[in-house]
DNA sequence: GCCAGAAACTTAACATGTTAATCAACTGCC
DNA sequence: GGCAGTTGATTAACATGTTAAGTTTCTGGC
């Protein structure tokens, strides 16, 4: 019923592999995945995409921010910051301006457009997470969140994991 | 020293809902960014992205595979494989024919030369695993794939998490 | 055997991810 | 005080994510 509807599925194997099964980058992304389809409705019918809506809360967190600082926050790279920066100023979404001191610098800021919009998108989005929260269990959830946090620590952390390093 | 370099940041929220710290997708791309950064060099270097390196890797596993098929597997969506596949068959990675009793079908195999890159790829790619399992621990880093398909099955089943829904 | 509707891909259009290159502004050093 | 080197930010170029529309082929009912 659920087997592999491809030819030769039994040991078919061409190479000496782990399964995808076993894939970590694919269990995070298909774990992510999960949530962001519950979100992304909502966000949609507010005309907003993922990135730029963690934009729009970071920006509400804060009075102002440099936009290298919030690329960190945000996690995001700077060409695609610069890209939906531009594209939520042209929308009223939020402010910048120059830096007086360097004028390399550019101080971004949220509008009250921005903080509408947020008010409108924001109840639906936390009545979302609780629902995940509440069907995977609060105490599980912040093990989860842990156990993701370390698994960045570790990583993070030194080595190169190049194979052929000396080390 | 570490303080947000944001200026007000003490109570500056102006908008009722979780810090970053505590959204799950954030944590989840964080996770998976920190993990990808390891492989993506190797991955380049033998002139792959992530997902040219999955479709390999699945198609290695099996004789043949249809597209759909192939896309549940791999985790892609439509569009960007079907891009892929061009790609991969034009650099001749890859073998498609159309089933001949439903000329809608693309059936899909990996070629010599597909399977020759991936014992390039291989070895060093299962090193960088094995690296991560051993800095995470191999028992944690199982806990945390059964946790994520746990995450996965919860959210997955049932509910549309809509917040006006009577359910 | 024909036609409406479904299914399997593919294309299209726009947004972001990723790396490299560019550009302006600043910093340190001589 | 001027220039090499660095930094903050954007632009460029290509690949994928995401949703919608389009194409070809099947399938079922008449």
């Known amino acids: 019923m659920s087997e592999s509807k491809a030819k030769g599925t039994k040991d078919a194997r061409k190479v000496p592999m782990r399964d995808f099964s076993q894939s970590l980058p694919m269990a995070l992304l298909r774990a992510r995945e ?17 990135q730029q809506w963690r934009i729009l809360r970071a920006l509400a967190a804060v009075d102002a921010i440099e936009v290298t600082e919030l690329a960190r926050v945000a996690f995001l790279l700077g060409p695609s910051l610069s890209r939906i920066l531009r594209d939520l100023e042209a929308r009223g979404l939020i402010a910048r301006e120059t830096d007086a001191r360097d004028l390399r610098r550019g101080v971004l800021s949220i509008s009250t457009k921005g903080l509408k919009l947020i008010a ?31 698994l960045e620590q570790s990583i993070g952390t030194d080595g190169e994991t190049d194979v052929d390093a000396d080390e």
């Open 34 to 50: 999960a949530v962001m389809r519950q979100f992304r409705p909502n966000l949609r019918a507010h005309g907003l995409t993922e």
């Open 120 to 150: 409108q998108v924001a109840p639906n989005s936390e009545a979302i997470y609780a629902s995940i929260a509440r069907r995977y269990g609060a105490r599980k959830l912040a093990a989860l969140h842990k156990m993701l946090d370390e």
